[in-house]
């Protein structure tokens, strides 16, 4: 009996630490059962583009990002002037905080993910143009 209540505590206390714990994104859920990647594959259609604190969306402009599993990303900006895409490579960082595009122009860098989830991705880059800094959060729905 003693060992069934001891057992029982620990389950307990273990799936309390785990709940608890910090979150890996500033953003979004405690806990997931399904990987970074599984969630991050995806064509993901942007809904809003801040630099630093302002809206800079361009009106009848989309911008997709369709990323494949095989570490392939296709970067399109679609507008009634036609579309525009570029092919790259994505990788995760270590600790899968950070998303890596390369081969892909302008849109290449380092961005935090600041929310990871099946169908809600944010990012945020810090960078330093022209000796300012500049903050750029993209949120994006996936489909």
């Known amino acids: 009996m003693k060992k069934s ?3 029982a505590s620990f389950a307990f206390l273990s ?5 608890t714990s910090c979150d890996k994104y500033e953003e979004g859920a405690n806990f997931s059962l399904l990987p970074a990647k599984v ?12 630099i630093n604190g302002s809206s800079v969306m361009v009106s009848g402009a989309t911008t997709k990002w369709d990323i494949k599993k095989n570490g392939s990303v296709t970067v399109s900006n679609i507008s009634s002037l036609g579309t525009i895409s570029d092919d790259g490579n994505w990788e995760f ?4 905080t950070k998303l890596i595009l390369t081969n892909l122009g302008l849109t290449d860098g380092t961005y935090d ?11 945020r880059q810090s960078e330093v143009i022209f000796g300012s800094d500049v903050v750029t959060e993209w949120t994006f729905k996936g489909e």
Do not use: G
């Open 15 to 19: 799936l309390v630490f785990t709940l």
């Open 39 to 50: 969630r991050l594959v995806n064509t993901w259609t942007l809904t809003s583009n801040i």
């Open 113 to 123: 993910l600041i929310m990871l989830k099946n169908k809600d991705l944010k990012l």
């Open 93 to 96: 960082n270590e600790d899968k």
């Open 5 to 7: 209540i001891f057992y």
